[in-house]
């Protein structure tokens, strides 16, 4: 076994607990041992940058992170009390994007939450949800996102349009081992006035989702103000996402079929069904 195939998504759904009213949260000590963190000071340190974040976006510290007392067997039938903390989702999403980042469960653990996380703010019962309808809600959200992330770049000094282009292919290039968008285009068999992001499939736009969320946070979060030091991110962020997915031994975004429907064609059907 390699160092990569003990990593599952498999890793956090095992540690995953759910209280009474069936709300899931997650043990700090026992996501300290699976993110490989030897010491509980190492890993509180880490935790507190994340209730930081926390209370900068805007949310309650206490709503995601629940301070508990548990008694642990040290031997001989005896315990004692430690502290422990429990976190919701988000919470842990925090956590994995301030942890160790050359760590690969680090890795895997940004992707699993974020994409986890992105997926109940769209909208509680996502899992519930037809393939049309995930696409219809992530596609909503990576419009939503792109305006978020075209305003970082410009920030980042990314001000003409024709650089924007360059700026976007870069994060696809990173993401699709590669190919830019006409080569997307092209793979894809779409038309001129046809976008991509209206031909991808859910799990594909949730990986462009993720690209383009995890792209704006690090260009705001380091403050960047070069336009080839924000390209050189854009592409960063979209190749360490495809080796994310090639680890949990995911189909390349490239590789994914090109759903029969647009997005358009979804949008025409549901308006439809709402007259009748």
Same mark, same amino acid.
Not at 29 to 54: M, P, S
Not at 243 to 257: A, F, H, V
């Given at each position: 076994m390699n160092g990569l195939d003990k990593y599952s998504e498999k890793t956090f759904e095992d540690i995953k607990h759910y209280t009474e009213e069936g709300i899931e949260f997650w043990y700090a000590?026992? !996501?300290?041992?699976?993110? *490989? /963190?030897?010491?509980? &000071?190492?890993?509180? %340190?880490?935790?507190?940058? =994340?209730?930081?974040?926390?209370?900068?976006?805007?949310?309650?510290?206490?709503?995601h992170f629940a301070n508990v007392g548990k008694?642990?067997?040290?031997?001989?039938?005896?315990? &004692?009390?430690?502290?422990?903390?429990? !976190?919701?989702?988000?919470?842990? /999403? !925090?956590?994995?994007q301030n942890g160790d980042a050359r760590k690969k469960v680090i890795a895997l653990g940004q992707t699993y939450f974020a994409i986890k996380t992105r997926q109940q703010e769209l909208i509680e019962d996502y899992d519930q949800l037809t %393939? +049309?309808?995930?696409? !219809? =809600?992530?596609?909503? %959200?990576?419009?939503?996102?792109?305006?978020? $992330?075209?305003e970082a770049a410009q920030l980042a000094g990314v001000l003409e349009p024709k650089d924007y282009a360059i700026f976007q292919d870069k994060g696809y290039q990173g993401l699709y081992g590669g190919l830019g968008m006409r080569e997307i285009h092209a793979r894809k068999g779409l038309k001129k006035n046809q976008k991509i992001l209206d031909h991808m499939g859910s @799990?594909?736009?949730?990986?462009?989702l993720f690209r383009a969320t995890q792209t704006d946070e690090k260009l705001r979060r380091e403050?960047?103000?070069?336009? +080839?030091?924000?390209? %050189? @991110?854009?592409?960063?962020?979209?190749?360490?996402?495809?080796?994310?997915?090639? *680890? $949990?031994?995911? @189909?390349? #975004?490239? +590789? $994914? #079929? @090109? #759903?029969e429907k647009s997005i358009r064609q979804i949008e025409k059907e549901q308006e439809t069904r709402k007259l009748k």
């Open positions: 000590r026992e !996501l300290q041992n699976v993110l *490989e /963190y030897k010491q509980w &000071r190492r890993f509180d %340190e880490v935790i507190n940058r =994340a209730k930081i974040a926390c209370e900068n976006s805007e949310n309650v510290v206490s709503d008694m642990v067997d040290i031997g001989s039938g005896a315990e &004692r009390k430690i502290e422990d903390i429990m !976190l919701s989702r988000y919470a842990c /999403y !925090l956590i994995v %393939e +049309d309808q995930k696409r !219809l =809600a992530i596609r909503n %959200e990576m419009i939503a996102h792109n305006k978020s $992330l075209a @799990t594909e736009l949730a990986a462009n403050n960047i103000h070069s336009k +080839d030091k924000a390209n %050189e @991110t854009h592409y960063e962020v979209g190749k360490k996402v495809r080796q994310t997915i090639k *680890e $949990l031994g995911g @189909t390349m #975004p490239e +590789d $994914l #079929p @090109t #759903p």
